[in-house]
């Protein structure tokens, strides 16, 4: 399985002591909606590009835009573009999508894009996230893969770091920093599982009357994920360079 680190253009040199799949953080569709891009080092070459919509307004000129995308990925031999689109699925962004995986297709690139656009960019491969609260992580793959063909997928890796509250009848949870986490460790030394369903380590604590249910991922489960996607035929995996810093010589090691 091929996994990219997904890092902006200030951590870069420092993931690239452990990969050189990087694939960066440094695009966004401007407001005028051209292709907008971060200072990048020179030597920046290969990889993906990861490319956002935050301060997207609409795509006039849905040629245009591809074509940009295209000389970039062109001139920086990226192997595919990640559409990191934080908005909901609207016309100009599916239309613009679409065009741009059958540009990416024919030059034998990838086009990646969030679960949501799945049904609508046909050509492109899908990031399912592994960063589940309940059920079983196997059988969501194999429903996603149902959906849109095992071949489409891919793993968006999210590391999990999650509190809920005893009982937690809306199912919603806390999301929790690394420095939370430690923290509560540090304090109430639980003891900690492992879910074989979830992928992922937990643990129950009580204080002042409140019980807390803690579900979390490290290295080891990231890489059961990992290695679960590869069982299941996914090629390829997303991993996001602030959440997976304190561990990266575990996941990679140093090149």
Not at 88 to 93: E, F, G, K, Q
Not at 167 to 188: D, F, V
Not at 221 to 243: D, N
Request: charged residues 25%; neutral net charge.
């Amino acid at each position: 399985m091929q996994i990219f680190l997904a890092v902006t253009p200030d951590k870069q040199r420092t993931a690239s002591q452990y990969t050189d799949r990087l694939a960066h953080v440094a695009y966004q569709v401007g407001r005028e909606g051209h292709l907008t891009r971060q200072a990048l080092l020179a030597r920046t070459f290969g990889g993906l590009m990861v490319l956002g919509d935050r301060d997207w307004d609409a795509v006039r000129d849905t040629a245009q835009l591809c074509r940009e995308v295209w000389r970039e990925c062109g001139n920086r031999n990226y192997c595919g573009v990640a559409a990191d689109f934080e908005q909901p699925p609207s016309p100009d962004r599916v239309s613009f999508l679409e065009a741009l995986g059958r540009v990416l297709a024919r030059n034998r690139k990838q086009l990646f894009v969030p679960e949501e656009y799945g049904r609508r960019v046909a050509s492109a491969q899908v990031l399912v996230c592994t960063a589940l609260s309940g059920g079983s992580l196997r059988q969501r793959l194999e429903e996603a893969g149902q959906a849109f063909g095992q071949k489409r997928l891919a793993l968006d890796l999210q590391r999990l770091r999650m509190s809920f509250p005893l009982p937690c009848p809306s199912g919603e949870g806390k999301a929790l920093s690394g420095e939370e986490l430690e923290e509560m460790m540090a304090q109430r030394q639980p003891s900690v599982f492992y879910s074989g369903d979830l992928c992922a380590k937990y643990f129950t604590s009580t204080q002042e009357g409140e019980s807390r249910f803690v579900l979390f991922d490290d290295a080891g489960t990231l890489r059961r994920k990992m290695q679960l996607g590869r069982e299941l035929g996914i090629a390829t995996g997303l991993l996001m360079y602030p959440e997976v810093e304190d561990i990266l010589p575990e996941l990679f090691g140093r090149r």
